[in-house]
Each structure stands twice: as C-alpha cells, then as structure tokens.
Nanobody
Framework: VQLQASGGGLVQAGGSLRLSCAASGYTFSTMGWFRQAPGKDREFVASISRSGRRYGDFVKGRFTISTDNAKNTVTLQLNSLNPEDTAVYYC????????????????????WGQGTLVTVSS
C-alpha cells in the first residue's frame, strides 16, 4: 500500500495551492490530510468519506477536500493561505471503515504518505 503526496511548494500569503495524493494497493473508504509544522504536533486538516467531509477548526472555509474514486486520489485545495499554514502536509488512509467521529483522529489512520511541504511567505 502506498500513498504518494504531491503539490506542495512556496506561495505568498493569500495565494493558493492544490495538493494531491494518489493511493495504490488499497481502496480506502476514507482519506484524510494532516499537517505538521516545525515543533508542533501533527494536526487534522480534512477528511472525506461516503459520510461526508470534515475539516479542522482552523480551516474556516479556506480548504476543500475532494476525491476521484476512479483514480483513487484525494485532492486538497488550499486557498487564502497564510504563514501559519506552513507545514508538511500528509495524506493518510485507514484500514477498513472508520466512524464519522474518528475521521478527525490521527490514530485512526494506518497508512501515511511521505508528506509534501507547503511554505507560505508573508
């Protein structure tokens, strides 16, 4: 099972980026994005399943998660970026089906991509 994230880069404050994550070897019922800034814990960003979409509280409508089931790919559109969004962004997927409540929980995810760095300059 592999998750390959891409799309990170350097962007100015207020700009946008589009992250993608391609899964192979397994078809996930839920896929999620987490991020980790230097010196901080890994935090939940967004997840998507048949039940719907969930977002971290800090997102405030700026990010959108979507999937292309035919390609087993999850995308995270990042808009209105600010320097506090600077982090390594990781895609992840759980083994099996997880509940709505667990979609925000890092521990519910078994497989992780390598991460893609997003840097937002002021």
């Amino acid at each position: 099972v592999q998750l390959q994230a891409s799309g990170g880069g350097l962007v100015q404050a207020g700009g946008s980026l589009r992250l993608s994550c391609a899964a192979s070897g397994y078809t996930f019922s839920t896929m999620g994005w987490f991020r980790q800034a230097p010196g901080k814990d890994r935090e939940f960003v967004a997840s998507i399943s048949r039940s719907g979409r969930r977002y971290g509280d800090f997102v405030k409508g700026r990010f959108t998660i979507s999937t292309d089931n035919a390609k087993n790919t999850v995308t995270l559109q990042l808009n209105s970026l600010n320097p506090e969004d600077t982090a390594v962004y990781y895609c992840a997927g759980p083994r099996g089906v997880i509940s709505w409540n667990l979609m925000r929980e890092r521990g519910a995810y078994d497989y992780w991509g390598q991460g893609t760095l997003v840097t937002v300059s002021s």
